[in-house]
């Protein structure tokens, strides 16, 4: 069975601290990943890809992947207290599973004042 | 606008019920995607159709059933078949090889 693990959490920070979420996959052939961000009683919301080995930034978000480690993280820079979410991560199939992504269970994140 | 709508918001089935979720797309994408998710956990995968008039099962697609007739529709029959449909129920459509976007899902409740 092809998996996504994350930390359920909770994880909590302060405001205007960094945030690291964490996630690891156990399927080799996956090429593309994916965080999600989720507000209570709310559909996901992509916030950020990855495809490539190293890190991709975007605006308070950087992404991190390490294919060799099947690792990805996501890291949230001056944490507030509107990014207090779950953060789902997930992974493509890969091989012939055309666009088919595997979700991890989430984590969820609390940014207290 | 384009967007992902689903309807209703809420419903709610009575045991041996038949229901059926609807989701529309303005997005002209060609795939489309039925998650579920149950409380605190991720989403797991009930049906995909890459294309007009083709479906997949996902991984967890007993009791449940869809169509694909039109590119903007993919509704999701919740049949009584399905033993514990109570669930918060996606559906998604893919742009380019894998982004996938989220409607505002439907949240299905037993009676």
């Known amino acids: 069975q092809k998996e996504v693990e994350q930390n359920s959490g909770p994880l909590s920070v302060p405001e205007g601290a960094i945030a690291s979420l964490n996630c690891t996959y156990s399927d080799r052939g996956s090429q593309s990943f994916f965080w999600y961000r989720q507000y209570s009683g709310k559909s996901p919301e992509l916030i950020m890809f990855?495809?490539?080995?190293g890190d991709k930034e975007d605006g308070r978000f950087t992404a991190q992947l390490n294919k060799a480690s099947q690792y990805v993280s996501l890291l949230i820079r001056d944490s507030q207290p509107s990014d207090s979410a779950t953060y789902l991560c997930?992974?493509?199939?890969?091989?012939?599973?055309?666009?088919?992504?595997?979700f991890g269970q989430g984590t969820i994140l609390t940014v207290h004042p | 606008d384009g967007g992902i709508t689903q309807s209703p918001k809420y419903l709610f089935r009575k045991e041996g019920q038949n229901v059926t979720l609807s989701c529309e797309q303005n997005?002209?994408?060609?795939?489309m995607y039925w998650y579920r998710q149950d409380p605190g956990q991720g989403l797991r995968l009930i049906y995909y159709?890459?294309?007009?008039?083709?479906?997949q099962k996902g991984d967890i697609a007993e009791g449940y059933s869809v169509s694909r007739e039109k590119k903007e529709s993919f509704p999701l029959t919740v049949t009584s078949a399905q033993k514990n449909p109570t669930a918060f129920y996606l559906c998604?459509?893919?742009?380019?090889?894998?982004?996938?976007?989220f409607g505002p899902g439907t949240r299905l409740t037993v009676l």
């Open positions: 159709s890459q294309i007009v008039n083709d479906f």
């Open positions: 990855i495809y490539s080995n």
């Open positions: 998604a459509s893919r742009r380019g090889l894998n982004e996938q976007f």
């Open positions: 997005l002209n994408h060609d795939a």
């Open positions: 997930a992974a493509d199939a890969g091989g012939t599973s055309y666009g088919k992504l595997t």
